[in-house]
T-cell receptor
Framework: GAGVSQSPSNKVTEKGKDVELRCDPI?????LYWYRQSLGQGLEFLIY????????KSGLPSDRFSAERTGGSVSTLTIQRTQQEDSAVYLC?????????????FGSGTRLTVV | AQTVTQSQPEMSVQEAETVTLSCTYD???????LFWYKQPPSRQMILVIR??????QNATENRFSVNFQKAAKSFSLKISDSQLGDTAMYFC??????????????FGTGTRLTIIP
């Protein structure tokens, strides 16, 4: 597609439920990133996928968070047993590997609210 | 680990004036990139300008320019002839150079800029 697409745009869920957030990167972009933006905060790195390499999961805050990227394209971020502190905007971005000087292209994010 | 600091949580300026947003960073490496991103209410992060650390010349993109002081580890953004559409959150970000495997961006906490009509 022309840009990075994320769905849903907004999600309200009850505490304890599982949620799945989807990211469809720009076609041909080999690198994909997930970031979390809490109210009034900067962007917190969660996970990074690059081609067929093992993902960098160093930013995932707990084992309730997981992500996968199927076929080197679409990615799903899953949060199990959601907690109120998980409420945030989850941003996805993609980039061309070895083109890092041009930064990322971001999606519009998913605003997750846990009630 | 690299850190990015934006010391101005909020700023406001009259339309058509010039405003400068501050950013400092900390790294022990010499090869890296610096970025300014804009986040309007639509939430989408938009790349405003980038700077390669090995280039001494300050980057410029139309009304946006940077003052890159490598020794001081400072990377400020100047917006000239500010427009109402410049109202947004602005984030400074850092990325290590290509001799490192991870392309992770490290962000500051942002500056909320309001352009007053």
């Amino acid at each position: 597609g022309a840009g990075v697409s994320q769905s849903p745009s907004n999600k309200v869920t009850e505490k304890g439920k599982d949620v799945e957030l989807r990211c469809d990167p720009i076609s041909g972009h080999t690198a994909l990133y997930w970031y979390r933006q809490s109210l009034g905060q900067g962007l917190e790195f969660l996970i990074y996928f690059q081609g067929n390499s093992a993902p960098d999961k160093s930013g995932l805050p707990s084992d309730r968070f997981s992500a996968e990227r199927t076929g080197g394209s679409v990615s799903t971020l899953t949060i199990q047993r959601t907690q109120q502190e998980d409420s945030a905007v989850y941003l996805c971005a993609s980039s061309l590997y070895k083109d890092r000087g041009h930064g990322y292209t971001f999606g519009s994010g998913t605003r997750l609210t846990v009630v | 680990a690299q850190t990015v600091t934006q010391s101005q949580p909020e700023m406001s300026v009259q339309e058509a004036e010039t405003v400068t947003l501050s950013c400092t960073y900390d790294t022990s490496e010499n090869n890296y990139y610096l970025f300014w991103y804009k986040q309007p209410p639509s939430r989408q992060m938009i790349l405003v300008i980038r700077q390669e650390a090995y280039k001494q010349q300050n980057a410029t993109e139309n009304r946006f320019s940077v003052n890159f002081q490598k020794a001081a580890k400072s990377f400020s953004l100047k917006i000239s002839d500010s427009q109402l559409g410049d109202t947004a959150m602005y984030f400074c970000a850092f990325m290590l150079g290509s001799n490192f495997g991870n392309e992770k961006l490290t962000f500051g906490t942002g500056t909320r800029l309001t352009i007053i009509p």
